[in-house]
């Protein structure tokens, strides 16, 4: 893995993190403020998280209700409180307990998935 730009040394909360008006990419860990390096975006990349979510889904749908569900394209999770570490992850899977307690409008998933793919 790449290494990340570390910003200011002040531990910080998920909200404030939402709360920050550039709109950058930024991951939180144990609540230190990180840009990570981006996968430079392509068609390989692309590509490889749609297979991916294909086959999770297909396996997904075998399961007996309820099923959970599979997320892709950056979702956000909290999945350490206190300090908080959220970050995005390119394709999870997560279980239905953690579905049903997160409301399907939400700007970020609490908890960890049971699964997360990173594509580099």
Not at 49 to 56: D, S
């Amino acid at each position: 893995m790449t290494a990340a730009a570390t910003l200011p040394l002040e531990l910080i909360t998920t909200e404030e993190l939402l709360a920050m008006p550039d709109g950058m990419d930024r991951d939180l860990i144990r609540g230190r403020l990180r840009e990570p390096s981006m996968t430079r975006r392509n068609r390989l990349h692309s590509r490889t998280e749609a297979i991916i979510t294909r086959i999770l889904d297909a396996w997904r749908v075998t399961r007996p209700q309820p099923q959970g569900e599979v997320v892709v394209g950056e979702a956000g999770f909290r999945i350490l409180k206190n300090p908080d570490t959220t970050v995005g992850i390119d394709v999870a899977y997560i279980s239905p307990e953690m579905a049903a307690a997160n409301p399907i409008d939400t700007l970020l998933i609490d908890g960890p998935p049971v699964l997360a793919v990173e594509i580099l």
